[in-house]
Structures are given as C-alpha cells and as structure tokens.
C-alpha cells in the first residue's frame, strides 16, 4: 500500500552539512536540491556572507551567534496546499525555542516568530513548482542566538532580539539545532494528518501575537484592512472587513495597523 | 485529482496483488479503487472500479479575495497559443529579487524546466516552470499582483 508522501521515519537531517562560513544556506540547498538530492539534506552555518529573507532582504547572520539552517523537502503536497509548510516550520521553532529555553513567543502571520514584539527568528520557504506539484522545497531558518543589542545593525535594534536577549542569558545554540531537528520531523511526519493540522491551526493561533487584531494586507497597490480572525487549515489568514465580510488571504505583505 | 494522478494509482493497483486501494485526502477527498471481476458468462475479465468522493467540509469555504482589477478573463488568445495558467493563489513575482533580471521577457523561448516566475503564497516563494517548448508571446499579469487560482500568465507559442 502506496500512502503519498508521508515518511516513516525522520527525514530531516538525514545527512547534515556543517559549514564555517556560505553565502547563503538556502542557495546552497537550493543548487543540490536541483541536482536531486534526497529530501532531507541540511545545511548548517555558522555564518552567512549573504543571508536573505523575502524578495531578496537581508538577513543578518553574524559568525557564531545565530543558527542559519536550511533543509531540502519533497512533500507530496500540490502547489494549493504547499503554504502548509510556513504554518508547520514556524511551529516546530517555536516548540524548539519553548522546549530548551521555556520562553513563549509569539507568532506574526505568516512565519515571523517573535519576543515582546521583535523579530527571534525568520522563515523564508523557496519551492519549485511543476505540473502544479510541488517537486521540492527548501526551508531557510534564520534564528537569532547569542547577539547582544549592540550586535545588531543600527536600523534593526529596535525591531530584533535574540535568545540570549530574551533570556537574559547565554543560549548553547547545539542544544537549540538538535531540538529544532527533532520537532521539525515530529511535525513533518504529521504532515498528511487531517487531526494535525486542525491542531496545528489551534497552536498557532493560541501563539498568535495579533489575533482579533486590525492588520493590514498591501498586494501590490491595492491595502485590505480588518480584523485578523485566525488562519485557516492550509494557513491563509482569515480578515474579517468592517463590511461583516471574512476574507481569506494567502499572500501580502503584513503589518499590524496602529491603534 | 488529476487524471494523471488517478491513472497511477490504476496502474498500483493493476500491477499488484492489492484487491482495493481507498485513499483519503486531509481535505476530505476519497479515491477507492477496486480490482473486481466485471462482465457475465464466459467472457469474464478483471475490471478497475474507480470511485471519488468528496465528503462535506466541516466549514463554509470562504471567498477568496478577488480583486475586480485582477478577476480572471479568458485572455485574448488569438489562433493555437497555450496559456500557461496560475496553479495557485498568491502574489505574481517576474524576477527572483526587486533589482534582479525578469525571468523570462516577451519574445524569449521557452522549455521544459525554464523557470517562467515565481508565485509567492505565505512566504513561500514558489518558482513555476514551464511544461513545454515555446515561445513567450505575451505576460498576462502584472509584477507584484495578486492572481487567483487558474488566472491565465503568460500566453506561449508552442514549438512545431
């Protein structure tokens, strides 16, 4: 008996590459990923040159004091349920975060995990679509560490804090890969399971840092404000207008709107 | 599900020793499929039975925002071109990064594999390939625009 695309047992950090320095662990993964590598390879830095975010941001990764990983996935998902893997990366960071420091943070839709407000941590998910499938997926994780405020640049002190800012403390940044490793194949193994997304869902709106909150959605030159409601089971965000009417919205660029 | 998918699973099952196969999709979709024994008399032979349900979403879906400027319109597609469609919803992206090259410009060939643009939904930044030979004859959509579900994305003259 076939089942698509459920693993049996953990895939992620099957084969695990450590590396001192890279431009970007994403690229990297990415090139291998093209050149059909196994589901599961990741990469570790422990410094990217040229880190990045969504539509090409940086990401500042300074030598030492973050965790820069990648990992290649070949979910079985079609193109309309690939956004699942934001929902269930953030997830298993946060389980991570909770499970070797106790902190809770807060997460900010799609995949922003946040402390008090500041950005601890930054997805940036990059698949390859074909025939509508999805043939692979590689899933960056930026996680702040052991930066002190004066580490960061000028422009991102107010909105960027660490683990060791959070805790007020030094964080062992093994201990935080080895856990972040194991949650993610502990989700992704639940990756097909109607039950767990529904939970999946629950959790993360019970970390949600904005819920019943007024956002704002930008797409291009058209802004939707209203009240977000939570997220729906493939992790489009749910914003009620003031017009009564809920809208489900998959893509856009995010912010919380002033009080 | 795509009829490629199913005839697949046809082949699973027909190559097997597998009497049925019944799958369920988290999103309520089932497909069985049965090897049974089809027609009367001498004249027996195994048949595929084939059978997709969809069961009752627990939840009303919910409108997806469609903005009218963007409302998906047969585009105008004069003679044998091929559209290549949006297979999801999400923002329209033509180049990698803001500063960076398009993709693919009006007039540029295309083949199997050639990264055409990439649709970004949830901060999942997914890069579409083209599924045939051709050229670009036109870009139906606009960079950093929103597209539904099937909206039409660029219009391409297939290889003779």
């Known amino acids: 008996m076939i089942l698509p695309g459920r693993p049996r047992i953990p895939v992620i950090g099957r084969k695990v590459i450590l590396l001192d320095r890279v431009d970007s662990t994403n690229a990297l993964v990415k090139q291998w990923a093209l050149a059909g590598a196994d589901e599961g390879l990741t990469v570790i830095a422990r410094e990217q040159s040229a880190g990045r975010g969504r539509l090409n941001r940086i990401w500042f990764s300074p030598r030492e004091s973050g965790l820069y990983l990648s990992t290649l996935l070949r979910p079985a998902l079609t193109a309309r349920e690939s956004g699942i893997l934001s929902l269930m990366l953030s997830l298993a960071v946060a389980k991570a975060i909770r499970s070797t420091t106790r902190l809770r943070v807060t997460l900010k839709w799609p995949n922003d995990i946040l402390f008090e407000g500041r950005k601890l941590c930054g997805i940036l998910v990059e698949g390859s679509l074909n025939g509508g499938l999805l043939s692979f997926a590689v899933a960056g994780i930026g996680l702040n560490i052991n930066q002190e405020i004066a580490d960061f640049p000028l422009g991102l002190r107010l909105k960027s804090t660490s683990l060791r800012l959070a805790c007020g403390r030094p964080v062992d940044r093994d201990q935080v890969t080895v856990a972040l490793m194991r949650h993610l194949n502990l989700l992704y193994g639940g990756l097909h399971d109607a039950g767990m997304r529904h939970k999946w869902v629950r959790v993360w709106q019970q970390h949600c840092a904005h819920m019943h909150q007024p956002v704002i959605m930008s797409r291009g030159t058209e802004h939707i404000e209203g009240l977000f409601r939570g997220i729906d089971i493939s992790g489009a965000a749910l914003v009620e207008q003031e017009t009564g009417e809920t809208l489900l919205l998959e893509s856009g660029e995010f912010s919380l709107r002033e009080k | ?160």
């Open chain 2, 1 to 160: 599900m795509r009829a490629r998918e199913i005839r697949e699973l046809v082949k699973i099952v027909e190559e097997s020793q597998i009497g049925e196969l019944e799958i369920t999709y988290w999103w309520g979709r089932k497909v069985r499929i049965s090897k049974g024994i089809v027609g009367t008399g001498s004249g027996r032979s195994t048949g595929i039975e084939i059978v997709t349900a969809a069961s009752q979403p627990a939840v009303t879906p919910l409108p997806h925002h469609t903005p009218a400027a963007m409302t998906p319109a047969p585009a105008d597609n004069p003679g044998n071109l091929v559209e290549i469609k949006a297979p999801m919803v999400g923002t329209f992206y033509r180049a990698p990064a803001p500063e960076a090259d398009p993709y693919i410009r009006e007039g540029d060939a295309v083949e199997p594999g050639k990264v055409l643009c990439i649709i970004e939904a949830m901060k999942l930044m997914n890069e579409i390939e083209a599924e045939c030979s051709g050229r670009i004859v036109r870009i139906l959509a606009q960079n950093g625009q929103p597209v539904e579900y099937n909206q039409p994305l660029f219009l391409v003259e297939p290889a003779s």
